[in-house]
Structures are given as C-alpha cells and as structure tokens.
C-alpha cells in the first residue's frame, strides 16, 4: 500500500486512448491530481479507429463535448448501424442497426409474435420494425426525438464515424484547457522501485525522468509498460478469431454520406468502409494464413468507392486481451490492454468502459489488490462477451466457397457462445449475460441475419391470435415507416447542424 495520496498521474501516449483517458480525468478529478501524459510524434498514433457504438454519447456527455462541435471538428458522420454484406451467404446483406426492434407489448418478445407470423407468410422482413434499419436504407438521420415518447423517433440510438487523429487534437485541447501537462518525446527506459517493481518513472530520450505513482499505459500494441516492462502476459483468441493483418486506406467521398459503416466480407477476411465528410475510411482486415497481402492489398483497393489517397498501410495484430488490464501501478487501456477485431467497433467502447471502471476503483490513497482483482474481472467480463459476440459473425456463415469460411463454421466455439446459440436454435430465446454490452435485439439481428434457425417459436406468441397478431405487426411497421419519411436525408442533416468547414 501506497502511504501517499496518489498525487500524480502519467498516461503513456496520446492516441485515441490516451486523450480520451486524460479528458475524462481531467474533468472528474477536478485538479485533485496532476496529469501528465507523454506523446511522441515520431512514433505517432495508429490513427484507424473511427466507428464507434452509441454509448460513446454518454462519454461526450460527461466530459461535456457537444456534439455539433465534435462532428464539425473531426469531420465525422452519424451512424445507425453496421451493414453487412457476404456474410451469411455470398450475395446477401443485412443490418444490425442500433436501438430496439418492434414495439413490446404482451408478453413475450416481440420477435417471438414476427417469428410466428413469418412463418405463416403474414410479416414483412425483420429489418422493417426497425427504425434504425429503415433509415439507414433510406439514408435518412434524425437524433432521438425526446419530446414524442411513445413514437419510434424517440428510440432512434446513434453513434457516430470520425477522423480519429483529429478527434485526438479535439480532445487534447479540451484536455490541456482543464490542466493536462503534455510532454512530447521518446520514452527510452521505464524505471521501476525494486521494493515491489511498480513503475515509478519513464525517462524520456531527452534525460527527463516523468515521476508518478499511477501509470495508465496507452502506448497502443507494445504496451510499454504493461507488457514490455511488467511482463503480463497475454491472452491469445487467434483460434477463434483468426484475422491477424489489416491493411487501411482512405479513398476521396462519395455525394451521399451513408449513415452506416458497411463490412464486407471477401474470400478470407473482410473490408471495412466508413463514411466521413471528408473521405472514405476503408480497410482490409484478413487472415494471414489463407491469402496474401499482395492480394488483400489488390481486393481492398478494388472494391473502393472513390480513388484511393495514400498507398495501403499495413497493420499486424493478435486478437486477444492482456492476462490482467491492471498490475502493481499500471493500468493499460486502448489496445495496450487488447484488441478485438473492429467487427462490431468496440474498442472505443472498451476504452471508454476501462476509463470508467478506473474512476469507479480510482486509486487515491493506495493500491488495494481486492479492487484490483475487481477491476480486471469486470475487464475480462466485457472483453469475453464481446468476443462471443463476435465470433459469431464467423461461425455462423453458410459460405461455401472459400476455405477460410469453411474452417470458421467448423470450428470449435467458447461453451458460453455455444451455448446461446443452442438455446436460440431452439425457440429462438436470447439471454443477455449480466449487463453484458450488447442487447437481445443485437445478437438477434446478427443470428436472423445469418441465417441461424430456430425450431419453433415461444408457445405463448400463439394466445392473441393470428389476426391480431398480424394487425399489431403492420401497425408498427406503418408507425416506422412513416417516421423514416419525416426524417432529413444524412446531408442535409450534416448540412444543417455540423458541416466541416
Ligand atoms: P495508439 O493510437 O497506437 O497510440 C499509442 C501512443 O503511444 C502514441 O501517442 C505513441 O506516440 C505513444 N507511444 C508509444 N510508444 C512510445 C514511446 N516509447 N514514447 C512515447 N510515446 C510512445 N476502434 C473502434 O472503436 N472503431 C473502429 O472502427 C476501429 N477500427 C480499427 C481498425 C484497425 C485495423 C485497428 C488496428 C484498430 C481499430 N480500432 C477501432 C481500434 C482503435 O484504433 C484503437 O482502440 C484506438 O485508436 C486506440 O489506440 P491507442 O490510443 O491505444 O494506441
């Protein structure tokens, strides 16, 4: 135990995780501390990392940042949801879009009354009770509507697709105006206390010896302090999540501002392609052992919507999670503590999530092992089930033509996973585990989307009767539809509200 108040904290790099970590702190700490993150510019950030998921709005809300500011600073775009396209099977295409699916009322799930109805030829596809599918394939976007509550306007969630090296200046600003100290250099050696081996000071190539008793590592996949220094170890998912390269390109923008990322599965892997205001992320994620890079790069840059900008940048990674986020006085967060494909583009989530599990444990007057050990098993929770979550996209395909798609169906799965699968498989029963991230109406609209049956549906969809039933369906489907026709096209709501300049 520390006998101190903790009085200073380093934060090891100045990536996405990095600022957002040193934001966050600087706001809820309030001065209670000094901050002091270390940057280099020679090393740079991995700058990919630009769709994010809706829970990053309550990010912005706690730091403050409003959102038109943020979308015209960072030349950014709303998202509703992920398209997949190849998926299930070669040549089809769904949406997982965010929010909730239909309407509750009775008492089962309402996918439980879709599923009765569709098999007797009387609904429509699932993808129209959502409001967030419907305006995604319309291209149209409008926020919450918080002033009409029982209208789908008020369940619409977004997220948003940025440039992440400029939400990395956007943040820094904020961070250093609240009293973050920035210091730009090379860090050459970590020295640790021999009592007990916690890192007590990172010495820059220039000399300087930056002292703290919190070390947050952001120092992206090397982990500097969390693995090259502490030894942690690692936790490799390759044999579930075999992608292993990534090869990212931006291509010039195309007139409509899809308000969607789109991933598209190809022979061994898939691309990615993310709308900013300004250009197209694109990128190629694959597996190593079943195609080339020379053909990965000649996939990607094929299958563009506009000329590529820069030659195609390659990027190794291990899919998989550090063996504890937190040891002895270090705390790694952003792709130091892990990585996890951008399948469902979680891993500014899993940064914003540590940074809060951090504040909730916050270390003032010592290291306590107890909430250690705490904070790493509620870690190991959220990346576990995402993992799940993502699995699944690969082990559920029916595609035949390619065998790289063929070992991903056959392959053994996390019991967990399998087990949910099974349950779905018999009556089409979602489980959510704990306060796992994401929701029923996530994995079913991956599951149905990839064509994963269930034998029958629930036995008490059948108590309102079929006509009602179908009635009730349409209603909603109407409601849904009519909303989509209200909302603004995505440009003119850019235009609007947060054009860059
Ligand atoms: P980095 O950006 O690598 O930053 C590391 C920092 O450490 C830099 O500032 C560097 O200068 C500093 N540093 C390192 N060593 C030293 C040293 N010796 N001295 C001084 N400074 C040092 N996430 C999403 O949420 N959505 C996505 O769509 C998405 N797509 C991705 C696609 C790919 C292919 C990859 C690989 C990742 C993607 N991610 C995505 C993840 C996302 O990019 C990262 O989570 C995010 O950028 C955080 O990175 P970071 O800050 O941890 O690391």
Request: proline share 5%; hydrophobic share 40%; glycine share 8%.
């Amino acid at each position: 135990m520390q006998a101190q108040p903790l009085q200073t904290v380093v934060i090891v790099g100045g990536g996405t995780a990095g600022w957002m970590t040193a934001t966050a702190l600087a706001t809820t700490l309030k001065g209670r501390v000094k901050i002091r993150l270390v940057e280099s510019d020679e090393i740079g950030i991995i700058g990919v990392g630009e769709a994010t998921i809706p829970m990053i709005q309550l990010f912005n809300k706690v730091v403050g940042i409003d959102e038109n500011d943020f979308i015209r600073a960072t030349q950014g775009t709303f998202k509703l949801g992920i398209e997949f396209v190849n998926w299930g099977r070669l040549g089809e295409r769904y949406i997982h879009g965010f929010g909730k699916l239909g309407q509750d009322l009775w008492t089962v799930p309402f996918e439980q009354y879709w599923r009765k109805m569709r098999a007797l030829g009387r609904a429509a596809p699932l993808e129209e009770y959502s409001i967030t599918r419907m305006a995604c394939k319309a291209g149209k976007f409008l926020p919450a509507q918080m002033d009409v509550p029982n209208s789908p306007l008020n369940h619409i969630a977004h997220a948003y697709h940025f440039d992440a090296s400029l939400y990395a200046r956007f943040l820094r600003g904020i961070a250093e105006q609240r009293g973050v100290q920035r210091i730009e250099g090379r860090i050459v050696q970590v020295s640790q206390r021999p009592v007990d081996g916690h890192v007590d000071a990172v010495v820059m190539a220039s000399g300087e010896r930056v002292e703290g008793e919190l070390f947050i590592d952001c120092s992206g996949f090397r982990g500097l302090l969390i693995e090259e220094t502490l030894r942690t170890g690692y936790e490799n998912w390759q044999h579930w999540l075999p992608c292993d390269r990534a090869l990212a390109v931006p291509c010039a923008s195309a007139p409509r501002l899809l308000p969607y990322t789109r991933a598209t599965a190809h022979r061994a892997g898939w691309q990615w392609r993310i709308p900013l205001q300004h250009r197209i992320g694109n990128g190629h994620v694959y597996c190593s052992q079943f195609v080339s890079d020379d053909e990965a790069a000649s996939t990607l840059l094929s299958n563009l919507d506009g000329a590529p900008l820069a030659d195609p940048r390659p990027i190794r990674f291990t899919t998989g999670m550090r063996e504890q986020g937190w040891n002895r006085n270090v705390v790694a967060i952003g792709l130091a503590s892990g990585f996890l494909e951008p399948l469902e583009s979680t891993s500014i989530h899993l940064i914003q999530s540590s940074i809060q599990r951090l504040i909730d444990f916050f270390p003032d007057d010592g290291f306590n092992p107890v909430e250690i050990a705490e904070y790493n098993r509620q870690s190991r929770f959220e990346y576990e089930r995402i993992r799940d979550f993502v699995i699944l996209h690969y082990k559920v395909n029916q595609r035949s033509d390619s065998e790289f798609w063929k070992a991903c169906a056959a392959m053994p799965i996390p019991d967990s996973l399998a087990h949910k699968i099974e349950l779905y498989q018999a009556r089409g029963r979602l489980v959510r585990i704990d306060q796992e991230l994401f929701t029923e109406p996530s994995w079913l609209q991956v599951m149905e989307g990839q064509n994963l049956d269930c034998e029958r549906h629930h036995p008490l969809a059948d108590l309102p009767g079929d006509d009602s039933t179908a009635d009730y369906l349409e209603s909603v489907r109407q409601v849904i539809a009519k909303c989509v026709d209200v909302m603004p096209t995505h440009e003119q709501y850019i235009a609007q509200h947060c054009a860059a300049a």
